[in-house]
C-alpha cells in the first residue's frame, strides 16, 4: 500500500514559545577565539585571517577571497607551500588551522567552541565548526567534523583523509565519519600527544554502510536520484512564494567569491552560493526551485530512500543549496537544512539573514524533511518563508 502524499506547507516561519522576544533569540554572546602562534603566523602569511572564517561578527563584511582560496578553506598549492616554507608537518599545519575554525562556530547552547579541519583527496583543506540552535532540538545542531566534511563534500572533494580537531570526537562524529567512501584509511588526530589515529581506533566494531548491503558510501560525486517536479506543482511552489511577501531578488555579485556547481553549467563549481544575476521575483522563486531539485538529486539516502533538498535565499539575494546526507546508525545523518547553513556560514554569510526556503522531497517517502527544517529555522530565521515542493521518483539515474 502506498503512503500518502505529505501535507502541502507553505508558511511564515513564528518564533518558538519561551525563546523569543521583542529582541529575538535569547542566545549567549559569541566570543572572539584566541588564536595560537602558529595560526598568528598564518594570519601573517595572509593564508587565512579570523574574518575570512566568516567570525559571526564579519560575516556580513565578508570580502571576495584570492586566487586559489576560498574562505574557510586553503588549496592544496598553498598549503604545500606553507609546509615546506616552514617545515611543519601535517598535523602542525592542520593544528595551526583549528583556531580559524572555531571562529565559525556558534555553540549558542552549549558555549564549547569546537573546530574541525579535513584534508580532501585534493589535498585542500576545509575549516567546519560546531552550530547550535537555541530553541531547537539538539539532535538538529551540527557538529563541527560534520561541518567541516560537508564543507569539502560541497567543495566537489570525492574522498577525506584527515581530520583534526581541538577535542576528542563523540561517539556522534565518529560514526558520522564512518560512512565516508574510504573510513578505513582515514587518520584522525585531536591530541599532539596521541598522534594520528585510525578511524578503526577510534570506534572499533563500528557498523559500517556494507552492513545494509551499501557499496556506495558518502562523497560520491554523481546524481544518486532522479527526481523531477510536475509543471503544476513548481507552479504552486513559485505562486506560494511571490505571495509570501518577501523580497525575491538575487545578487548579481558572487559572495565571497564562491559560486554554486549546477549540472546545467549555471555556475563554476562549489556548492554553496548561486550568484546568477540580477533576476525579477517570478525568476528568483523559479530559480530557488531549480537549486532544491537539483541539490535533491545529489542527496545521499541509500537507506531510507527519502533524498531531500533545500535552496535557501538570503536577505540580501544569495541563494544557498543543501542536500540531505544520512547514515547507515540513521541520527548521525546531516539535514538538508543543516547542510545548506554549512555552505551559507563557510562563505561568510549569516544564518540569521534569511528570506525564503524551498525544501524538496519525494511525496510519500518514509521520511518527511520539514519538520526538522522548520525547526532550525524557527531558531534561527523567524519570518522567512518556507515551501516544500513534492518531487516524484524516478528512481536511480540511468534506472
Given at each position: 500500500m502506498s503512503s500518502a502524499p505529505p501535507p502541502i506547507y507553505s508558511v511564515r516561519v513564528g518564533r518558538p514559545v519561551g525563546h523569543w522576544g521583542s529582541s529575538g533569540c535569547k542566545r549567549a554572546t559569541l566570543r572572539t577565539q584566541p588564536l595560537?602562534?602558529?595560526?598568528?603566523?598564518?594570519?601573517?602569511?595572509?593564508?587565512?585571517?579570523?574574518?575570512?572564517?566568516?567570525?559571526?561578527?564579519?560575516?556580513?563584511?565578508?570580502?571576495?577571497?584570492?586566487?586559489?582560496?576560498?574562505?574557510g578553506s586553503v588549496a592544496a598549492d598553498v598549503a604545500e607551500a606553507v609546509m615546506a616554507e616552514r617545515e611543519w608537518s601535517l598535523e602542525r599545519f592542520m593544528a595551526a588551522l583549528l583556531p580559524f575554525a572555531k571562529q565559525m562556530s556558534h555553540p549558542y547552547v552549549s558555549q564549547f567552541y569546537v573546530g574541525a579541519v579535513v584534508r580532501g583527496g585534493s589535498g585542500a583543506f576545509y575549516l567546519g565548526a560546531n552550530l547550535e540552535f537555541p530553541g531547537s532540538a539538539a539532535n538538529t545542531f551540527v557538529h563541527a567534523e560534520q561541518f567541516a566534511a560537508c564543507h569539502a563534500a560541497q567543495a566537489g572533494e570525492e574522498r577525506i583523509t584527515h581530520v583534526a580537531v581541538n577535542a576528542a570526537p563523540c561517539g556522534h562524529c565518529r560514526q558520522f565519519l564512518s560512512e565516508l567512501n574510504d573510513a578505513d584509511n582515514l587518520?584522525?588526530?585531536?591530541?599532539?600527544?596521541?598522534?594520528?589515529?585510525?578511524?578503526?581506533?577510534?570506534?572499533?566494531?563500528?557498523?559500517?554502510?556494507?552492513d545494509l548491503g551499501n557499496d556506495r558510501p558518502w562523497l560520491q560525486p554523481a546524481p544518486a536520484h532522479a527526481v523531477e517536479a510536475s509543471a503544476e506543482e513548481r507552479a504552486r511552489v513559485v505562486e506560494a512564494l511571490r505571495q509570501s511577501g518577501q523580497a525575491m531578488q538575487v545578487a548579481d555579485t558572487p559572495l565571497a567569491g564562491r559560486v554554486t556547481h549546477m549540472s546545467s553549467g549555471a555556475a563554476e563549481t562549489g556548492n554553496a552560493t548561486t550568484p546568477l544575476g540580477a533576476a525579477s521575483q517570478g525568476d528568483a522563486a523559479k530559480l530557488l526551485v531549480d537549486v532544491a531539485v537539483e541539490a535533491t538529486t545529489y542527496s545521499y539516502a541509500p537507506y531510507?530512500?527519502?533524498?531531500?533538498?533545500?535552496?535557501?535565499?538570503?536577505?540580501?539575494?544569495?541563494?544557498?543549496?543543501?542536500?540531505?546526507?544520512?547514515?547507515?546508525?540513521?541520527?548521525p545523518g546531516l539535514p538538508a537544512m543543516?547542510?545548506?547553513?554549512?555552505?551559507?556560514?563557510?562563505?561568510?554569510?549569516?544564518?540569521?539573514n534569511l528570506s525564503a526556503v524551498v525544501l524538496a522531497q519525494i511525496a510519500g517517502a518514509p521520511l518527511c524533511h520539514t519538520a526538522t527544517a522548520l525547526a532550525v529555522l524557527q531558531a534561527t530565521a523567524p519570518g522567512c518563508h518556507l515551501v516544500a515542493l513534492n518531487l516524484q521518483d524516478n528512481g536511480a539515474p540511468g534506472e
Amino acid at each position: 500500500m502506498s503512503s500518502a502524499p505529505p501535507p502541502i506547507y507553505s508558511v511564515r516561519v513564528g518564533r518558538p514559545v519561551g525563546h523569543w522576544g521583542s529582541s529575538g533569540c535569547k542566545r549567549a554572546t559569541l566570543r572572539t577565539q584566541p588564536l595560537s602562534d602558529d595560526a598568528m603566523v598564518l594570519q601573517a602569511a595572509g593564508i587565512l585571517t579570523p574574518d575570512s572564517c566568516a567570525s559571526p561578527s564579519a560575516a556580513a563584511a565578508a570580502t571576495p577571497a584570492p586566487p586559489n582560496r576560498r574562505f574557510g578553506s586553503v588549496a592544496a598549492d598553498v598549503a604545500e607551500a606553507v609546509m615546506a616554507e616552514r617545515e611543519w608537518s601535517l598535523e602542525r599545519f592542520m593544528a595551526a588551522l583549528l583556531p580559524f575554525a572555531k571562529q565559525m562556530s556558534h555553540p549558542y547552547v552549549s558555549q564549547f567552541y569546537v573546530g574541525a579541519v579535513v584534508r580532501g583527496g585534493s589535498g585542500a583543506f576545509y575549516l567546519g565548526a560546531n552550530l547550535e540552535f537555541p530553541g531547537s532540538a539538539a539532535n538538529t545542531f551540527v557538529h563541527a567534523e560534520q561541518f567541516a566534511a560537508c564543507h569539502a563534500a560541497q567543495a566537489g572533494e570525492e574522498r577525506i583523509t584527515h581530520v583534526a580537531v581541538n577535542a576528542a570526537p563523540c561517539g556522534h562524529c565518529r560514526q558520522f565519519l564512518s560512512e565516508l567512501n574510504d573510513a578505513d584509511n582515514l587518520l584522525v588526530t585531536f591530541d599532539p600527544a596521541m598522534g594520528w589515529l585510525g578511524l578503526a581506533e577510534l570506534l572499533p566494531h563500528r557498523f559500517k554502510p556494507s552492513d545494509l548491503g551499501n557499496d556506495r558510501p558518502w562523497l560520491q560525486p554523481a546524481p544518486a536520484h532522479a527526481v523531477e517536479a510536475s509543471a503544476e506543482e513548481r507552479a504552486r511552489v513559485v505562486e506560494a512564494l511571490r505571495q509570501s511577501g518577501q523580497a525575491m531578488q538575487v545578487a548579481d555579485t558572487p559572495l565571497a567569491g564562491r559560486v554554486t556547481h549546477m549540472s546545467s553549467g549555471a555556475a563554476e563549481t562549489g556548492n554553496a552560493t548561486t550568484p546568477l544575476g540580477a533576476a525579477s521575483q517570478g525568476d528568483a522563486a523559479k530559480l530557488l526551485v531549480d537549486v532544491a531539485v537539483e541539490a535533491t538529486t545529489y542527496s545521499y539516502a541509500p537507506y531510507s530512500r527519502s533524498p531531500c533538498g533545500v535552496a535557501v535565499l538570503t536577505q540580501d539575494g544569495h541563494v544557498f543549496r543543501g542536500q540531505y546526507s544520512e547514515n547507515a546508525a540513521c541520527n548521525p545523518g546531516l539535514p538538508a537544512m543543516q547542510a545548506a547553513l554549512v555552505g551559507l556560514v563557510a562563505s561568510g554569510a549569516s544564518m540569521h539573514n534569511l528570506s525564503a526556503v524551498v525544501l524538496a522531497q519525494i511525496a510519500g517517502a518514509p521520511l518527511c524533511h520539514t519538520a526538522t527544517a522548520l525547526a532550525v529555522l524557527q531558531a534561527t530565521a523567524p519570518g522567512c518563508h518556507l515551501v516544500a515542493l513534492n518531487l516524484q521518483d524516478n528512481g536511480a539515474p540511468g534506472e
